[in-house]
Structures are given as C-alpha cells and as structure tokens.
C-alpha cells in the first residue's frame, strides 16, 4: 500500500491537537505526518503517537515536498493563503475554516450526508460549521424521507467553539465567583454579580450568562454563524429554497453544543416511524424516553463522534412538524473528527 503524507495546519490550536489526538485513535495505516504553526509556536513539540513532533512554522514552500492530504485547522486567512497553494502542488487539502465553504466548486462535506461529494474535489474539500454539521447529520434522512420545508434553528453553543480564549473567559468567569462566594452570602452574589477579571474573546462576560451574538453581525440583523448555518444547510442538503432561519446563543457550557431543531415537512410522518429513521441512521444516537427523563445532554457526548438526538415530540402548531434536540462534541464530530472521516473516504476513493 502506498505511504501517504499527510500535513496538520494549524496543529497547536484545540482543532489541530483534536484532530491528532482523533488520528492516534484511528491508527490510519501508511501515514507519514508533519505538523505546522505559526512562527510563534515553530521549534516547540507535540507529542503524537509516542512521538515528540516538532513544530514546523507554515511557509509558502511548506508544499514543495510533496504532501498527498492536509487538513487545516488555522482560520480562514491562513487557508485564503495557503490551501491553493497545497492544492497547486497536488495536496489534497480538507479546509475547516468558513473561508471556502459557500465557493461552488468546493465540495462542503458531511460524510453521513454527502459523501458522494468528495468525489468532485478541485484540490479543496470544506469542513461545515460545527453547528452546521450536527444538523445536517440527523436533517438529511428525515428529508429523504418527508421532504423538509421548514428549518428554524435554536443553538445553545459552548465556549470551546470560540477557542482557547473563549474557554479561559469562562474559566476565569469561575473562578472570580468562587472568590467571591468565599466572603459573599448567596443572596448578594445574585444581584450583584460582578467580574474582576479581563475578557481575553467575548464582548461580555460568558459565566453566569447567555449571549445571543456568534460571530460578527450583518446588515440584517444576523450574526455570520447564524448565516452560515441557513447557506450550508441548503448547499448540504442540495436544496436552495429550503426555508431557514437561525438564532446562535453562547452558553456558559465547556464542551458540546447543543440545538433546538423544529422542522416542518411536506408530507405527514408518524412520529414512531420518524424515531425509526434516526435510530437506524448513521452515527446518529437516539436518546429519548421522557417519561423516564432520558435525553442528551452536553455531558454524553463529550469526547464523541456521534451526533445525539432526544425530546422528539410533534410540533402541534404546523400540519407537519417535529421538534429535535441534537447535542454533539463541537470539537470532534463539528470538526476534527469529521475532517478525518473525510481523510479516511478520500482514502478509499483512491
């Protein structure tokens, strides 16, 4: 079998150290790896499969050695940079950035959705959104099955997906409140909760809060998350006029991001045969019994690669509507795993 060399861009980042971390435990066969950052992180070391890795700082002739696949992690002005630039010297580049995921010659990949897409490929393959990703994973067979109408997506997002940064506000959010509750009663920290610490990502503090704002906002009132989740969805699900709309909330949850996903559909379904279609679909996990309290919760699905589904119910208010609540790890199957899974498709496809 041929030896394959495959580059991580972006390796020092909480995708690129996930995404190696997903690479050890599926121990690919005939892999080569090197692994970049920026200047700032060149010469340290990573340990990877019992290895210290080092570090080698991303260079317009970081490609001239000849890389089969790379998979970047490193935010859009990296991959506006340098992905055409891999693709120009035949690397296949799996992109997780948003930078080229609504470009129409770039296949934007879910492998349980479209993996038929991989095939189209101009050098590029985008990753979606992680948010983007969970919900096209459990979309896609309902609408095979009913037609999908209707999206409107509720998101309750951790701070992991806002990076290094946006977990440290959260952190430092903790353990402000803990010094304080050491010489505050109960009653005063309620009303009187303030910070003493410095916001390194959010606008505001994310402990103890809620934030409807991801992203930048637009001209119409919607952050660019919530506008990728509406775009993607219907690049993924082939569907242009699927009708769509979208509010993305930061939570102060660690891990795993969680959506309220109410759909309505063209044809009428029964609700017990709807379950049976997401139970028997790929790595699609249905949790939901609720007369025993048994849902998905952020927690379940931390370190997982499947996407979680529960509190399944009619949505009485539509002739033909359903309410979901998916929860998945942002991280691995909103990313890095999903980046993987198209590596291991790409694989097979050659």
């Keep these: 079998m041929k030896n394959f060399k495959l580059a991580i861009v972006g390796a020092t980042g909480l995708v690129g150290r996930t995404v190696l971390k997903v690479l050890e435990e599926k121990k690919l066969p005939n892999f080569e790896y090197t692994l970049f950052a920026s200047s700032r ?50 690397c296949i580049v799996i992109d997780n950035s948003s930078y080229f995921r609504m470009d129409k ?19 590029i393959i985008a990753n979606p959104n992680c948010s983007t990703i969970q919900a096209a994973t459990i979309l896609k067979p309902l609408d095979m099955a009913y037609g999908i109408k209707r999206i ?12 290094y940064k946006g977990v440290m506000d959260l952190i430092n959010g903790v353990n402000s409140f803990e010094k304080r509750a050491k010489t505050n009663d109960v009653t005063s920290l309620l009303v009187n909760n303030k910070f003493d610490y410095e916001l390194k990502k959010f606008n505001c503090p994310i402990f103890s809060n809620c934030i409807p704002h991801i992203d930048i906002f637009l001209d ?9 989740m509406i775009n993607e969805t219907r690049k993924i699900l082939k569907n242009p006029d699927i009708k769509i709309t979208a509010t993305a909330v930061r939570v102060p949850v660690l891990n795993s991001h969680s959506e309220c996903i109410n759909v309505e559909f063209e044809k009428g379904f029964e609700l017990n045969d709807l379950k049976e279609i997401l139970a028997n679909s790929p790595n699609i996990v249905l949790k939901d019994d609720f007369e025993n309290e048994v849902y998905p919760t952020t927690l379940d699905t931390n370190g997982q690669d499947k996407v979680f589904v529960g509190r399944v119910r009619m949505d009485y208010s539509v002739d033909s509507g359903v309410n979901l609540w998916v929860v998945a790890d942002n991280i ?14 790409l694989i097979y496809f050659d």
């Excluded at 970047?72 to 693709?87: L, Q, T, W, Y």
């Excluded at 119409?220 to 506008?227: I, L, V």
């Design 41 to 90: 992180s060149a010469g340290k070391h990573i340990n990877f499969f019992g290895k210290e890795y080092p570090i080698n700082e991303l260079l317009v002739s970081s490609f001239d050695s000849g890389f089969d696949y790379a998979i970047f992690c490193a935010g859009g002005d990296v991959s506006k940079k340098f992905a055409p630039i891999a693709a120009s010297k035949g």
């Design 105 to 123: 010659d770039v296949p934007l990949v879910v492998p349980e959705v479209n993996p038929e897409e991989i095939k189209n490929h101009n050098g």
């Design 152 to 163: 409107v997506y509720s998101t309750y997002q951790a701070v992991s997906g806002a990076g």
């Design 220 to 228: 119409n009132g919607y952050t660019k998350e919530e506008e990728k």
């Design 332 to 345: 691995r199957k909103g990313a890095a795993s999903n980046a993987v899974q198209i590596l291991q498709k």
